[in-house]
């Protein structure tokens, strides 16, 4: 019986809720039927019924190698033979940490974890344990996984507490969270001064991705470090996208502000799940076994994972990686912009790294309320047009893209050339 790609969602609808595992493989924001991806490699994955895509998700970013890298696969494998998950410590996982610590200098200690909404909820229990408060600061668009305290939107004012996003969130669970606006520098002084003693941490992605990519404003993470340090609460760097995605250092490596914590995941495991959060020795030695603050995991550290990841940090060390994927990555969104100008479509992007947004706006935004207002519906047509010619982006204008090392200058050409035509579509 041939499978195709809308036999398969109905049959998943049947057994998974909504037919995917997340939410936004649904194609629920841009319409259509998902993509059940059969195989992948380098820069493309081919689906069920045999078509092959230009991949710019990426796994959301872990393919920063391209997918099924040929020494990342051999690392798997030789890790698997000696078995799956051990529940016991290994060599493996001291050397990851080792490696994480030698890359960021802000972590002089780090704990390893199983995924990312993992490291994000037990770096912000750690920061409220270490600090003995119970607020925290998070910025609306910004995402840090699933756990109850994070699924909250801004209320109704400046100062107000978020409410839940999220059926099955009580609404004291949001109680201590509030939200701001991403780079409010204003809002984050006014937050301190009214509820400075009781406020834990503020929790950020420096350079959001999960709003479309959104750069911090000049001043911004300065703001952030500046308040924290005045008021005696933590700066967490929620850099699980962008660790080891935009620099060798993450955010925290080109902006020069350096975080209390960090979050690591999706490019340390190379594809396997894992993920991290570490910081300064003295808020981390509140961790269990050591101090009262418990976090545990009986997959922590899988060794499987560990090689995937170790290998993948080894390759990203190559002399000018970081300077070609950036290139490539700049080339692509310079692209696209001069072709949506040529045919007179308001189009903008951006990029860091092998990370990039695109917007159809006139500006490139600063905040969700930015995002929000672009043409949504444009982005959406525009998405399967790039679809229909093998062109893989993210299935919602809400999501940043991601490029690899092995998207080359004919991949970057032909990529661009479907978007030739699918901005003379639009223009139509």
Not at 293 to 319: D, R, W
């Amino acid at each position: 019986m041939t499978k195709t790609n809308a036999s398969l969602f109905e049959r998943a609808c049947l057994s998974i809720p909504g037919g995917v595992n997340s939410p936004v493989r649904a194609f629920k924001s841009v319409g259509g039927t998902p993509r059940f991806v059969a195989r992948s490699f380098g820069p493309h994955f081919w689906d069920a019924e045999g078509t092959q895509y230009i991949d710019y998700i990426g796994s959301w970013g872990p393919a920063i190698l391209g997918h099924a890298h040929p020494e990342v696969v051999k690392a798997v494998q030789e890790a698997a033979v000696h078995g799956m998950s051990y529940g016991a410590p290994t060599e493996a996982e001291v050397i990851m940490a080792e490696a994480l610590i030698a890359r960021i200098p802000s972590i002089e200690q780090v704990r390893l974890v199983s995924s990312g909404t993992e490291a994000t909820m037990s770096a912000i229990r750690l920061a409220r344990g270490a600090t003995g408060r119970p607020k925290i600061i998070k910025f609306e668009g910004c995402y840090h996984g699933h756990a109850d305290s994070l699924l909250v939107k801004a209320g109704s004012g400046l100062l107000t507490f978020g409410n839940p996003t999220s059926a099955g969130v009580p609404p004291e669970f949001v109680a201590h969270t509030i939200v701001l606006d991403f780079n409010d520098i204003a809002g984050v002084e006014a937050a301190f001064k009214q509820y400075g003693p009781e406020i834990a941490c503020i929790i950020v992605e420096p350079m959001a991705g999960n709003m479309n990519l959104v750069k911090p404003v000049p001043g911004f993470l300065e703001c952030l470090r500046d308040q924290c340090t005045q008021h005696g609460a933590l700066l967490i760097f929620d850099e699980v996208m962008t660790g080891f995605r935009v620099g060798p250092q993450g955010v925290q490596g080109l902006s020069g502000v350096t975080p209390d914590l960090t979050t690591l995941a999706k490019v340390i495991g190379g594809g396997m799940p894992i993920g991290a959060f570490g910081g300064r020795k003295d808020i981390m030695q509140n961790l269990a076994p050591v101090g009262a603050v418990y976090q545990a995991g009986t997959l922590s550290g899988n060794p499987v994972a560990v090689a995937a990841g170790l290998k993948t940090l080894e390759l990203l060390a190559a002399p000018g990686f970081y300077e070609r994927l950036g290139a490539t990555t700049t080339a692509l969104m310079q692209g696209m912009v001069e072709r949506a100008q040529a045919h007179h479509i308001a189009f903008n992007a951006d990029s860091e790294g092998g990370m990039f947004g695109m917007y159809f706006s006139e500006k490139i935004p600063t905040c969700l309320a930015d995002v929000s207002s672009s043409n949504i519906n444009m982005f959406n047509r525009f998405f399967h047009l790039m679809l229909d010619q093998g062109v893989y982006l993210a299935p919602s204008a809400y999501e940043a893209g991601f490029v690899s090392a092995m998207h080359d200058d004919q991949i970057i050409q032909t990529t661009l050339d479907a978007a030739d035509h699918a901005f003379k579509q639009l223009s139509n």
